[in-house]
């Protein structure tokens, strides 16, 4: 009986003591539902606050640090780079032989007559030439491709990739012309000034919807797609791709194409 007695009055007094905890505990519930309700908002604006700097930064120059400004501890200094040190990116290269399917797609290009300026036919090899005709290394060639001509079929794909809109508004006439007058066009217009004193010519706004500009459109992708960096870009026709100090040398012009 004592010790039920007694075990009642202990449970009895603990009471009060579970009434304090409890109390304790919704106070602490409390304070953490207000550390919730103030910090998650805080955050929230801190991140968004955060990535818009970053997403301005992006769009901002990199500042230079100020002399002085930063000293790395001890033992962790990185040895100066010299400039000639630095890494230089590679300058493109220009193909050194089209794919045997590029290759088949010039020819046929040829073969359909729409595309070239034939400067002469009938011989064994030829000579396919990517000119644009503002460019300045193209105009000076041009006097060699006439006299390769009487060697070698020679085959001029006009571009605009160099003057671009001026030298779409020069190429697209000539291949508007009728074969039998194409050459003397091409003509005329490689050896046309680089200023004529006609707006149109001079300062094109926009390419010309025709035929001849669309063909000139077409053998900018071609050269694009061949990874032509720059005008007049020669084939042989076995695929090799001949730098023009080659076409100029007659004995390694011959030892190029394979003579």
Known sequence: MNKTKGCLIANFATVPNIRKKLKQQRGLNAVRRLSNFIFWPVAALGF?????????????????????????????????????????????????????????????????????????????????????PMCPHCRALEPRLQELSKRYNVEIFPVSVYGDLR???????????????????????????????????????????????????????????FGFIGTPSIVADSGDVIPVSVVKDDARLQQAIGE
């Open 48 to 132: 968004i606050v955060s990535i818009n700097g970053a997403l301005m930064n992006m769009h901002q120059p990199a500042q230079p640090l100020q002399a002085n400004s930063y000293a790395p501890a001890p033992g962790l200094q990185q040895p100066v780079t010299a400039p000639e040190q630095l890494q230089v990116q590679a300058a493109p290269e220009a193909p050194k032989k089209l794919a045997d399917n590029d290759l088949l797609s010039l020819k046929d290009a040829v073969t359909s007559g729409r595309f070239t300026i034939s400067l002469s036919t009938g011989h064994k090899h030829t000579l396919y030439v990517f000119s644009d």
């Open 167 to 225: 030298s779409m508004v020069r190429a697209a006439p000539v291949l508007d012309t009728g074969k039998d007058t194409r050459l003397k066009s091409w003509e005329d217009t490689i050896n046309m000034g680089y200023t004529t004193m006609n707006p149109k010519i001079d300062d094109p706004k926009t390419a010309p919807d025709t035929t001849g500009a669309r063909l000139v459109d077409a053998n900018n992708m071609a050269f694009a797609k």
